[in-house]
């Protein structure tokens, strides 16, 4: 049995939220776990963390929010990954996310939620569930 692949994440906030603090110490715990992050930081605009993305061949993506423009921005990168053929990349949200807007962000395609109090265990299993079926399904398209 071969040693499983490397988890390459890329973690970013857009617009002008510039609350950090949860982020940053997300990309470390995700380190902690094996996880390649690639950290884009604040202030992303969305195509150009849509071309981060590509250009570094992510298995997942994660956007941190404590700004309510989330649902927006959330729509305009999902939006944006579609028109440039990666719109298959799983994405995971987190931050100050309202519970009422669950349902709008799983219509938008988004499973991964997580907001205050999740775990590592739980943002750990959805990512490694999420980048495996990326991955399968990618294999099965090529």
């Known amino acids: 049995?071969?040693?499983a692949r490397i988890i390459r994440c890329v973690l970013g906030m857009l617009g002008t939220d510039v609350h950090t603090k949860g982020i940053r110490t997300l990309a470390q715990l995700l380190r902690d776990?094996?996880?390649e992050?690639?950290?884009l930081g604040e202030h992303n605009t969305v195509p150009?963390?849509?071309s981060a993305v590509i250009q570094e061949d992510a298995d997942i993506v994660g956007l941190s929010f404590s700004t309510a423009a989330y649902l927006h921005y959330v729509r305009a990168f999902r939006d944006e990954l579609i028109s440039r053929g990666a719109g298959d990349v799983p994405v995971m949200v987190g931050g100050m996310i309202h519970?009422?807007?669950r349902a709008p962000?799983?219509?938008m395609g988004i499973e991964g939620i997580f907001g205050?109090?999740?775990t590592v265990p739980e943002?750990?299993?959805?990512?490694s569930r999420a980048a495996d079926a990326y991955r399968n399904a990618g294999a099965v398209n090529s």
């Open 1 to 3: 049995m071969g040693k």
């Open 33 to 35: 776990e094996g996880v």
């Open 37 to 39: 992050v690639v950290y």
């Open 48 to 50: 150009g963390m849509a």
């Open 99 to 101: 519970p009422d807007d």
């Open 105 to 107: 962000l799983a219509e």
């Open 116 to 118: 205050p109090g999740s």
């Open 123 to 127: 943002i750990m299993a959805f990512m």
